[in-house]
């Protein structure tokens, strides 16, 4: 079984920052890629930005430049660095794992979401 946590989301004003955290524990051989996605109110969940075990990233456009992500494999997490956040970014924000387990399965888990609002 594997767990991911996240951590960070919540209120800020437009052009603020805030930083997402993400943590995944339990029966886990290795971690390839880690991600966060994001899901409004009505919309599809889309990609943020993705980062593989080696810290490839890849960063939706329309976050492009003003998030990063980053990634601590030594434990097991992934963060978020969001800046300059406007009116369109307000989301559940959803970090999402492909991890291997010691059983050598593998799948792709997801964190309950955590929520960002940006007041204007």
């Known amino acids: 079984q594997v767990q991911l946590v996240e951590s960070g989301g919540g209120l800020v004003q437009a052009g603020g920052s805030l930083r997402l955290s993400c943590v995944a524990s339990g029966s886990i051989r290795a971690i390839n890629d880690m991600g966060w996605y994001r899901q409004a109110p009505g919309k599809q969940r889309e990609l943020v930005a993705i980062?593989?075990?080696?810290?490839?990233?890849n960063v939706g456009d329309s976050v492009n430049g003003r998030f990063t992500i980053t990634r601590d494999n030594a434990k097991n997490t992934v963060s978020l660095q969001m800046n300059n956040l406007n009116p369109e970014d307000p989301a559940v924000y959803y970090c999402?794992?492909?991890?291997?387990?010691?059983?050598?399965?593998?799948?792709?888990?997801w964190g309950q979401g955590t929520q960002v609002t940006v007041s204007s």
């Open positions: 999402n794992a492909d991890v291997v387990r010691r059983s050598l399965d593998r799948d792709h888990y």
């Open positions: 980062i593989s075990s080696g810290s490839f990233t």
